[in-house]
């Protein structure tokens, strides 16, 4: 039996979709890099949502830039336990969108799950879809710089789609060349 470039490309995204099941922002394109996280924060879903937004205002302000290749994050929608942003890469070439839920736990714990997508056809992504999520609630213990609140955080899961990457240090792109890395 033949496979079909059609079949392939549902098989592709046959996998995408079951490498993860929280809530997505969605993609016009039908084969696109993507990736999902579940983190866990040492802090309350209120000051996790604090944190990214502040990040996001940030950007027009001064106070925060984007260390992956400075890209612009805007904030789409907010609902109580939700947080929808999209981010352009620094070179304005290329959108992905974030969906990012909150569930409070005892003890001042914070589950978060985000999926970012990328907008148009593509399948690597040098890991850009990982680092759009976690250049919003990465702490300083990894390289990163919050702008109101510092705190503990693990990614308890991580699932990109096929031919997306995973790696912490490529977003950190713009403060290694900056250093000299």
Avoid at 143 to 152: E, M, R, T, W, Y
Wanted: with cysteine; glycine share 8%; charged share 20%.
């Amino acid at each position: 039996m033949a496979v079909t470039g059609s079949r392939v490309l549902a098989g592709l995204a046959l996998v995408a979709t079951a490498a993860g099941n929280n809530k997505c922002p969605g993609s016009s394109s039908f084969v696109h890099a993507s990736c999902q996280v579940t983190v866990t924060a040492q802090a309350s879903c209120s000051d996790v949502m604090a944190e990214m937004e502040a990040r996001v205002a940030g950007i027009a302000s001064g106070a925060w830039r984007d260390p992956h290749n400075r890209g612009t994050y805007s904030l789409l929608s907010k609902g109580k336990a939700e947080l929808n942003f999209q981010r352009v890469t620094g070179n304005k070439k290329y959108t992905d969108k974030q969906t990012f839920t909150f569930v409070d736990f005892p003890q001042g714990v914070c589950k978060i799950s985000g999926c970012s997508e990328s907008q148009v056809f593509s399948i690597s992504d040098s890991s850009t879809n990982y680092c759009d999520m976690r250049m919003l609630y990465c702490g300083s213990s990894e390289g990163c710089k919050p702008v109101q609140k510092d705190f503990a955080m693990e990614e308890t899961s991580v699932s990109p789609s096929i031919g997306a990457g995973t790696d912490p240090k490529a977003c950190l792109v713009d403060q290694q060349q900056r250093q000299g890395l």
